[in-house]
């Protein structure tokens, strides 16, 4: 040990002088990124010269407790063991410091370390002399507190060790709490302002305020008003986990869907941060997801009926009808039917074998009639149901008695009237229902609340007569944009007496276009996409601006898709299957990631089954998504293989594209193949290593 001690000591000299050096010319060194994983490394270092001082500190206090010559021993190589670390925890974080951290606390923090470190090491000169050894000793205890204390202030925020008594004294939220305060706040607390706050403004960006959020960082604005999807805050949480500009980083608590949503709508409603529960509408769509959605989030419902088998679920899902578990831990099933023109009585008529499970079921803008009604009323837990522009009336209403757990109704643009109120009041759980674009008057919604005290009728936005506004643009009533030719397009609008019109040739429509009256059918034949363009106008009311919806040809329908690998699916992305195939194709911008199926370290491989038509394809059409800084192809490959029974597959068409520089070409990639019958076809799409492939959509023609 004697001569180990000299070696030790001239060690303790060098990193001691290379940590002066660092400290007097920081302002000038730039750190090599092959350096930065020691500065990292800081975190991990920092535990144990804490540790040793406290034990040095134990041990010098009990030292008339202890042999004298042992004492000696142990003390001087605590000692050393305690300055070495020290000074490696010390040059670590001050290289981590140098990656572009700035705060007030950082500085303070980096500050005590390195006047601790100092401390510590003139322990090692001081050992004879023994008042001012133990004077030392105590100040690096000091030294310690204080800068953990600073350091737990850079991790967790400042006010980490006195939070759980603040929270107890803070404020109860009610309905005249505004929304920003009561819900987006504590989200970004929570999630965000460890890193974002006065004192470690990582970015150069604050989210402890409202007045320091508008500042924005040193990428901009952190939320644009009206505008989720192009907002910095959604972009950068939707983004892959492993990609290095998704927020918050990998190994800090995440955004849950419910947040991203939640956010994402109160954005869309303007980010007022004044805007209180109680001032919104109950049409508006804000107060309906707080209500709905987020404040019953946190306590899910529980169910006494079994489970459905995760077979039977499969074999009831298909193009047309998606049934999907509610949660993983709840028993319940919500299902959805789409496809006017492909719809069928038995996708409602099999229903019969989960009817149990059904607690939500969207039958919106099918040739829904009074007689179907029947299948729903068996529906004996149903809560919540989508009939909106189906062709029932009142007394379809009539067959839900059965459906004793009813509370949310979706009538809008449907054909009831006055008599609708006979059965509604038999709907002894209703708690609300949408009436919007029906035969009911004015007189008639008032004898609707007046008749049904408890439940909230939504009749949609009602205007200020003396204001004159501009009308917002027509809404899609379509569930998605993916369609056969000759399936019905629906336009409405949420409110009353408002009338569209619409052109079919890409021009803007005006006062001589078409007017909508009732669901009109597209015809796709000979083509790929057809734009409807469309604007809302209404007396005492500026028009709407125009709005356009593009829709796209579906093409010959599979009759099932299974994916090998499941890709790389966040809380927010959903399942990758039901991505590929639910009839919505987004945008070509990668906005918010529940649009896209992404795949990284494997490679996009669905099988594709046509073996009970076999038609004759002649082409394959992946739809994908580019990330807004990409700037060469993600992907390496496209290949397609066929086979008449799922074993012996033979490669049809492989196309690279490695060193593909029109990027555009990526957003719609058309592999052309000999056409002919096929059973079954494996898309393959590889992407580039570190690179990822994002597929909203399969087309097969």
Same mark, same amino acid.
């Given at each position: 040990?004697?001569?180990?001690?000299?070696?030790?000591?001239?060690?303790? +000299?060098?990193?001691?002088?290379?940590?002066?050096?660092?400290?007097?010319?920081?302002?000038?060194?730039? =750190?090599?990124?092959?350096?930065?994983?020691?500065?990292?490394?800081?975190?991990?270092?920092?535990? +144990?010269?804490?540790?040793? /001082?406290?034990?040095?500190?134990?041990?010098?206090?009990?030292?008339?407790?202890?042999?004298?010559?042992?004492?000696?021993?142990?003390?001087?190589?605590?000692?050393?063991?305690?300055?070495?670390?020290?000074?490696?925890?010390?040059?670590?974080? %001050?290289?981590?410091?140098?990656?572009?951290?700035?705060?007030? *606390?950082?500085?303070?923090?980096?500050?005590?370390?390195?006047?601790? $470190?100092?401390?510590?090491?003139? !322990?090692?000169?001081?050992?004879?002399?023994?008042?001012?050894?133990?004077?030392?000793?105590?100040?690096?205890?000091?030294?310690?507190?204080?800068?953990?204390?600073?350091?737990?202030?850079?991790?967790?925020?400042?006010?980490?060790?006195?939070?759980?008594?603040?929270?107890?004294?803070?404020?109860?939220?009610?309905?005249?709490?505004?929304?920003?305060?009561?819900?987006?706040?504590?989200?970004?607390?929570?999630? $965000?302002?460890? $890193?974002?706050?006065?004192?470690?403004?990582?970015?150069?960006?604050?989210?402890?305020?409202?007045?320091?959020?508008?500042?924005?960082?040193?990428?901009?604005?952190?939320?644009?008003?009206?505008?989720?999807?192009?907002?910095?805050? %959604?972009?950068?949480?939707?983004?892959?986990?492993?990609?290095?500009?998704?927020?918050?980083?990998?190994?800090?608590?995440?955004? #849950?869907?419910?947040? =991203?949503?939640?956010?994402?709508?109160?954005?869309?409603?303007?980010?007022?941060?004044?805007?209180?529960?109680?001032?919104?509408?109950?049409?508006?769509?804000?107060?309906?997801?707080?209500?709905?959605?987020?404040?019953?989030? +946190?306590?899910?419902?529980?169910?006494? +009926?079994?489970?459905?088998?995760?077979?039977?679920?499969?074999?009831?899902?298909?193009?047309?009808?998606?049934?999907?578990?509610?949660?993983?831990?709840?028993?319940?099933?919500?299902?959805?039917?789409?496809?006017?023109?492909?719809?069928?009585?038995?996708?409602?008529?099999?229903?019969?074998?989960?009817?149990?499970?059904?607690?939500?079921?969207?039958?919106?803008?099918?040739?829904?009639?009074?007689?179907?009604?029947?299948?729903?009323?068996?529906?004996?837990? %149903?809560?919540?149901?989508?009939?909106?522009?189906?062709?029932?009336?009142?007394?379809?209403?009539?067959?839900?008695?059965? $459906?004793?757990?009813?509370?949310? !109704?979706?009538?809008?643009?449907?054909? /009831?009237?006055?008599?609708?109120?006979?059965? *509604?009041?038999?709907?002894?759980?209703?708690?609300?229902?949408?009436?919007?674009?029906?035969?009911?008057?004015?007189?008639? =919604?008032?004898? &609707?609340?007046?008749?049904?005290?408890?439940?909230?009728?939504?009749?949609?936005?009602?205007?200020?007569?003396?204001?004159?506004?501009?009308? #917002?643009?027509?809404?899609?009533?379509?569930?998605?944009?993916?369609?056969?030719?000759?399936?019905?397009?629906?336009?409405?609008?949420?409110?009353?007496?408002?009338?569209?019109?619409?052109?079919?040739?890409?021009?803007?429509?005006?006062?001589?276009?078409?007017?909508?009256?009732?669901?009109?059918?597209?015809?796709?034949?000979?083509?790929?996409?057809?734009?409807?363009?469309?604007?809302?106008? @209404?007396?005492?009311? &500026?028009?709407?601006?125009?709005?356009?919806?593009?829709?796209?040809?579906?093409?010959?329908?599979?009759?099932?898709?299974?994916?090998?690998?499941?890709?790389?699916?966040?809380?927010?992305?959903?399942?990758?299957?039901?991505?590929?195939?639910?009839?919505?194709?987004?945008?070509?911008?990668?906005?918010?990631?529940?649009?896209?199926?992404?795949?990284?370290?494997?490679?996009?491989?669905?099988?594709?089954?046509?073996?009970?038509?076999?038609? @004759?394809?002649?082409?394959?059409?992946?739809?994908?998504?580019?990330?807004?800084?990409?700037?060469?192809?993600?992907?390496?490959?496209?290949?397609?293989?066929?086979?008449?029974?799922?074993?012996?597959?033979?490669?049809?068409?492989?196309?690279?594209?490695?060193?593909?520089?029109?990027?555009?070409?990526?957003?719609?990639?058309? /592999?052309?193949?000999?056409?002919?019958?096929?059973?079954?076809?494996?898309?393959?799409?590889?992407?580039?290593?570190?690179?990822?492939?994002?597929?909203?959509?399969?087309?097969?023609?």
């Amino acid at each position: 040990m004697k001569k180990a001690i000299p070696f030790f000591l001239n060690v303790l +000299f060098f990193l001691h002088v290379l940590l002066a050096f660092l400290v007097l010319f920081e302002g000038h060194l730039k =750190i090599p990124f092959w350096v930065q994983p020691l500065g990292r490394m800081h975190p991990l270092i920092l535990h +144990f010269p804490v540790a040793f /001082i406290v034990l040095l500190v134990v041990l010098n206090l009990f030292k008339k407790q202890l042999d004298p010559v042992s004492f000696e021993k142990i003390n001087y190589s605590l000692l050393l063991l305690t300055s070495f670390t020290t000074v490696l925890a010390t040059l670590m974080g %001050l290289l981590l410091s140098l990656e572009g951290y700035d705060s007030e *606390l950082l500085t303070l923090h980096k500050w005590v370390g390195i006047a601790l $470190c100092f401390v510590i090491y003139a !322990l090692v000169w001081v050992y004879s002399y023994g008042k001012v050894f133990r004077v030392l000793l105590y100040t690096g205890l000091l030294g310690v507190l204080v800068g953990g204390h600073f350091g737990a202030g850079l991790t967790h925020g400042t006010n980490f060790l006195m939070e759980p008594i603040t929270a107890a004294q803070e404020e109860v939220v009610d309905e005249n709490t505004p929304i920003y305060t009561a819900y987006i706040a504590p989200v970004l607390k929570a999630k $965000c302002t460890s $890193c974002h706050n006065p004192q470690k403004h990582k970015g150069d960006l604050d989210l402890t305020t409202i007045e320091a959020i508008t500042k924005g960082g040193e990428n901009g604005e952190v939320w644009l008003a009206h505008n989720a999807e192009e907002s910095l805050l %959604l972009k950068r949480a939707a983004l892959p986990l492993e990609d290095e500009e998704h927020m918050p980083p990998e190994g800090k608590p995440q955004l #849950t869907k419910e947040e =991203i949503t939640l956010i994402g709508t109160w954005i869309e409603h303007g980010a007022d941060d004044k805007v209180t529960y109680a001032q919104l509408q109950e049409s508006d769509t804000l107060k309906q997801l707080v209500t709905d959605k987020w404040l019953k989030s +946190f306590e899910e419902k529980q169910y006494t +009926f079994n489970f459905v088998g995760a077979e039977a679920i499969k074999e009831l899902n298909n193009p047309y009808r998606t049934v999907v578990q509610k949660s993983p831990t709840s028993p319940a099933v919500e299902v959805a039917i789409f496809g006017r023109s492909a719809f069928q009585d038995e996708y409602l008529n099999e229903l019969d074998k989960i009817k149990e499970q059904v607690i939500y079921l969207s039958l919106a803008n099918l040739p829904i009639t009074n007689e179907h009604m029947k299948s729903v009323g068996k529906l004996q837990n %149903l809560e919540h149901l989508v009939l909106n522009f189906t062709d029932i009336d009142s007394e379809g209403i009539g067959a839900l008695q059965g $459906c004793a757990q009813l509370e949310s !109704l979706s009538l809008s643009g449907t054909g /009831i009237n006055a008599s609708v109120l006979e059965h *509604l009041q038999k709907l002894k759980g209703l708690k609300e229902v949408f009436v919007w674009n029906t035969q009911l008057n004015a007189d008639d =919604i008032e004898q &609707l609340r007046t008749k049904l005290p408890h439940v909230i009728i939504n009749e949609g936005y009602v205007p200020d007569p003396e204001e004159e506004l501009r009308l #917002t643009p027509p809404t899609l009533v379509n569930e998605g944009n993916i369609i056969s030719s000759g399936d019905l397009i629906s336009l409405g609008h949420k409110m009353n007496g408002v009338n569209i019109k619409y052109t079919l040739d890409g021009s803007r429509p005006d006062s001589t276009s078409v007017a909508f009256e009732k669901a009109f059918p597209l015809d796709l034949k000979g083509k790929r996409r057809q734009t409807v363009k469309a604007y809302a106008y @209404k007396e005492g009311w &500026l028009p709407s601006n125009p709005v356009s919806y593009i829709f796209y040809d579906r093409g010959l329908v599979p009759d099932a898709i299974e994916l090998v690998y499941p890709g790389i699916l966040s809380s927010y992305t959903g399942e990758a299957e039901k991505i590929l195939t639910d009839a919505v194709r987004s945008n070509e911008k990668v906005g918010f990631s529940k649009f896209w199926a992404s795949f990284n370290k494997k490679p996009l491989e669905a099988i594709v089954d046509f073996s009970v038509s076999a038609p @004759k394809i002649k082409e394959v059409v992946l739809s994908c998504g580019l990330h807004y800084k990409q700037k060469k192809s993600p992907i390496e490959f496209i290949a397609v293989w066929a086979s008449d029974d799922k074993e012996n597959w033979q490669l049809i068409k492989k196309e690279s594209f490695a060193n593909e520089s029109n990027l555009d070409r990526l957003k719609e990639i058309s /592999i052309q193949l000999p056409k002919q019958s096929y059973k079954y076809l494996k898309i393959v799409g590889q992407p580039k290593k570190d690179d990822t492939l994002r597929v909203n959509q399969l087309f097969f023609f």
